[in-house]
């Protein structure tokens, strides 16, 4: 199996930064993209940033400028460095991966899609 394990969250005050990161682990040969997905109370999941193998990323218009996602390919990580935190970044902030080709046991799975447990992002003073 796949599995994403995010890390990075907490308390940081309007203003401050924060790095988030994704490590996918298993016996993965390849990915096609990563991403960062963002809930906050009572509202939809969003799509913050993604980014492909090949380096194309895309940003919500409310982090562009302020977010940057990067990736690191061979260690099947993900980042996001989040600057110019606001109180309305506050969230749980949710890692995915698309297009997943792996092998589980003697099993070869081609493009799956996985998400990971989520980290509590806070903007607060």
């Known amino acids: 199996q796949v599995r994403l394990v995010e890390s990075g969250g907490g308390l940081v005050q309007p203003g401050g930064s924060l790095r988030l990161s994704c490590a996918a682990s298993?016996?993965?040969?390849?990915?096609?993209?990563m991403g960062w997905n963002r809930q906050a109370p009572g509202k939809q999941r969003e799509l913050v940033a993604s980014?492909?193998?090949?380096?194309?990323?895309r940003y919500a218009d409310s982090v562009r400028g302020r977010f940057t996602i990067s990736r690191d390919n061979a260690k099947n990580t993900v980042y996001l460095q989040m600057n110019s935190l606001k109180p309305e970044d506050t969230a749980v902030y949710y890692c995915n991966a698309d297009g997943v080709t792996y092998m589980s046991g003697s099993t070869y799975y081609r493009d799956e899609d996985f998400w990971g447990q989520g980290t509590q992002v806070t903007v607060s003073s």
């Open positions: 980014i492909t193998s090949s380096d194309i990323t």
């Open positions: 298993g016996s993965i040969f390849s990915v096609t993209a």
